[in-house]
Structures are given as structure tokens and as C-alpha cells.
């Protein structure tokens, strides 16, 4: 059973930081490609950052500069830090793999950053 946990959420300032975690069991961890989605009220969901199995990684403009995704692979676990947070940044954020041809997906974690 594959099971995508989050932590690290919750209510921050404008400019301050956060650090996501996401926790996976289930999946042969080091070979998949890992991502953090987010969706705010009202819009679609949409990729934030992406790290590969061998490490690359890829993030929204929007976040360019401000986030950085890395993984532990002794641990199973991706992590987002999220730096110079702004409200724009409001949103449930989550974790997401794709193996064995299916999507899988975190609970969500809420972030609110308040100006």
C-alpha cells in the first residue's frame, strides 16, 4: 500500500519560511521522481517543484529563487523549503509521485501566509 504523508504546514508572515516534508512508504523511493503541487482556492492545481531519481530539479517561475526541493533517500522522504513566502504562496499544498502508471497523492498540507 503506497502512503504519501505531509508535515510541515501552517500560518506564516509575509518573507518568513517554511520546510514541507512528505513521507513515502510503498514505492522503491530512489527510482521515482518526486513533486510538490499546490492548489489554491478557486484555481486548478498546478507544479510547484519537481526533483528527479538522480537528483535535477525543476520549479514554476513563480517560485524560482524562493523554493528548493531535495529528497533523502535514506529516509523516503522529499522535502519543499520555502523561503521569502508571500500570500500569492497561500494554498494546500502536496506531494505527488507517479509509478506503476498510477498518480499518487499526499493528504495535503495547508499553508496561509498573511500579509
Known amino acids: 500500500q503506497v502512503q504519501m504523508v505531509e508535515s510541515g504546514g501552517g500560518l506564516v508572515q509575509a518573507g518568513g519560511s517554511l520546510r514541507l516534508s512528505c513521507a513515502a512508504s510503498g514505492i522503491i523511493f530512489r527510482v521515482n521522481a518526486m513533486d510538490w503541487y499546490r492548489q489554491a482556492p478557486g484555481k486548478q492545481r498546478e507544479l510547484v517543484a519537481a526533483?528527479?531519481?538522480?537528483?535535477?530539479?525543476n520549479y514554476a517561475d513563480s517560485v524560482k529563487g524562493r523554493f528548493a526541493i531535495s529528497r533523502d533517500n535514506a529516509k523516503n522522504t522529499v522535502y519543499l523549503q520555502m523561503n521569502s513566502l508571500k500570500p500569492d504562496d497561500t494554498a494546500v499544498y502536496y506531494c505527488?509521485?507517479?509509478?506503476?502508471?498510477?498518480?499518487?497523492w499526499g493528504q495535503g498540507t495547508q499553508i496561509t501566509v498573511s500579509s
Open positions: 505527488h509521485t507517479f509509478t506503476w502508471g498510477i498518480n499518487y
Open positions: 526533483i528527479t531519481s538522480g537528483g535535477s530539479t
